[in-house]
């Protein structure tokens, strides 16, 4: 083909695409006037409260909530609680949004607003959530696709596209719900200490203690080798305190990538612990294993009765006694470091094994800088939803 036929069939695909789209996003051929302004959903809209139960499928997890009291629980998570408010924020967000108008009613439009299949290979949809009452009655099933930046400025909180799995019609629609990209979004931190508060890490591997050090320089955050065993590193070997500072930032702002019930799991008689100490007496230990391939970890936190840290130990485990969470790479990596990344020879400066993280004043790791914009990126690298 020549360069002048190449250029013309290329403007003639990008023409077909915006086509497509202007298409997807036109009002349909309906009097839409008529339903203006009513709700999307008429039964959520009317039984708000009683709304007991919503699933919601993307393309990353699926997940249920059930109302439990004031909030709402995984069952399949061993009624793991939700953070405060998301559920019930994003129920509430369904049950008021109102019809604008029609858009497309051709499932092959439906890629181009996102309203067609989340569980689809590549997605077509961003989620799919259906939200019953405790008796079990439907009141809203929905596809929710892109936020629509061109609403008219009087829909003054914004619009996005909806469709209901059982009708090709999709509508543009004011208000806009969404559910959290990742799983662990839904949940609040497991355990968040910075790192500067960690006074002493100690590691065992079933009841044997196989490594200690404890913090002796406040100032540069220094380690102090306690006790190693020798079958792990040479007896004259020193606290690595890059490692440990690096070991010990785990446990800052830590999230779950998906959590079970703690009697499902059996984490064995020589799972590893990392028991970490604070200055103010909180001991805080995290006992890992594999299951399904994958590293999970129980945590338990303990204080003096009466003492400052004991608050915060009851805070921890009412999020953490009853479950077993599962770790990114990265954690799993810094707390699982091998006992001779903990340790370095006497009078080296450089230390062995993993580096430092670089920490913020709080003692929580610094991220590294945003992707600058690339064509078709956000600015996290990740891809762009289109926007109409």
């Known amino acids: 083909?020549?360069?002048?036929?190449?250029?013309?069939?290329?403007?003639?695909?990008?023409?077909?695409?915006?086509?497509?789209?202007?298409?997807?996003?036109?009002?349909?051929?309906?009097?839409?006037?008529?339903?203006?302004?009513?709700?999307?959903?008429?039964?959520?809209?009317?039984?708000?409260?009683?709304?007991?139960?919503?699933?919601?499928?993307?393309?990353?997890?699926?997940?249920?909530?059930?109302?439990?009291?004031?909030?709402?629980?995984?069952?399949?998570?061993?009624?793991?609680?939700?953070?405060?408010?998301?559920?019930?924020?994003?129920?509430?967000?369904?049950?008021?949004m109102t019809k604008v108008e029609a858009k497309t009613a051709e499932p092959d439009w439906y890629q181009y607003i996102k309203v067609g299949d989340p569980g689809a290979t590549p997605p077509t949809g961003i989620a799919h959530m259906v939200v019953k009452s405790a008796d079990g009655q439907v009141l809203a099933d929905v596809v929710l696709g892109a936020r629509s930046y061109s609403i008219a400025a009087s829909h003054a909180r914004g619009g996005m596209f909806v469709r209901a799995p059982d009708d090709k019609q999709s509508w543009l629609v004011e208000g806009v719900a969404s559910a959290p990209t990742e799983l662990q979004e839904w949940f609040d931190a497991v355990v968040d200490i910075p790192a500067s508060d960690v006074a002493g890490l100690t590691i065992l591997m079933g009841d044997k203690t196989v490594f200690e050090a404890r913090k002796t320089d406040e100032t540069n955050g220094n380690y102090e080798l306690v006790e190693v065993d020798p079958a792990q590193a040479a007896g004259d070997s020193v606290a690595n305190s890059n490692s440990i500072r690096s070991?010990?930032?785990?446990?800052?702002?830590?999230?779950?990538?998906?959590?079970?019930?703690?009697?499902?799991?059996?984490?064995?008689?020589?799972?590893?612990?990392?028991?970490?100490?604070?200055?103010?007496?909180?001991?805080?230990?995290?006992?890992?294993?594999?299951?399904?391939?994958?590293?999970?970890?129980?945590?338990?936190?303990?204080?003096?009765?009466?003492?400052?840290?004991?608050?915060?130990?009851?805070?921890?485990?009412?999020?953490?006694?009853?479950?077993?969470?599962?770790?990114?790479?990265?954690?799993?990596?810094?707390?699982?470091?091998?006992?001779?990344?903990?340790?370095?020879?006497?009078?080296?400066?450089a230390a062995s094994g993993a580096g430092p993280i670089p920490l913020d004043g709080n003692g929580k790791p610094m991220l590294a800088p945003a992707m600058p914009n690339m064509p078709g990126l956000g600015g996290a690298g990740g891809p762009m939803l289109p926007t109409f």
């Open 1 to 96: 083909m020549s360069p002048r036929g190449f250029v013309i069939l290329l403007v003639v695909t990008v023409l077909a695409a915006i086509g497509a789209i202007v298409m997807a996003v036109q009002p349909a051929a309906s009097d839409t006037d008529a339903v203006a302004g009513d709700p999307m959903f008429p039964a959520l809209s009317q039984k708000l409260a009683d709304a007991g139960e919503i699933s919601v499928t993307t393309p990353q997890y699926t997940i249920t909530w059930k109302r439990q009291g004031d909030g709402w629980v995984s069952p399949e998570r061993g009624d793991y609680p939700a953070h405060k408010g998301t559920v019930s924020d994003l129920v509430s967000s369904l049950a008021h």
């Open 247 to 349: 070991t010990a930032s785990a446990i800052v702002g830590l999230r779950a990538d998906d959590i079970r019930a703690i009697d499902s799991m059996s984490p064995g008689e020589d799972a590893r612990t990392d028991r970490f100490t604070t200055a103010s007496g909180l001991t805080l230990d995290v006992t890992m294993f594999d299951a399904d391939g994958r590293t999970w970890a129980i945590f338990k936190a303990s204080a003096a009765e009466g003492s400052e840290a004991a608050k915060l130990a009851a805070d921890i485990n009412s999020r953490a006694a009853n479950w077993a969470f599962r770790l990114d790479a990265s954690r799993t990596t810094r707390l699982m470091q091998p006992v001779a990344n903990l340790v370095q020879k006497p009078g080296n400066p």
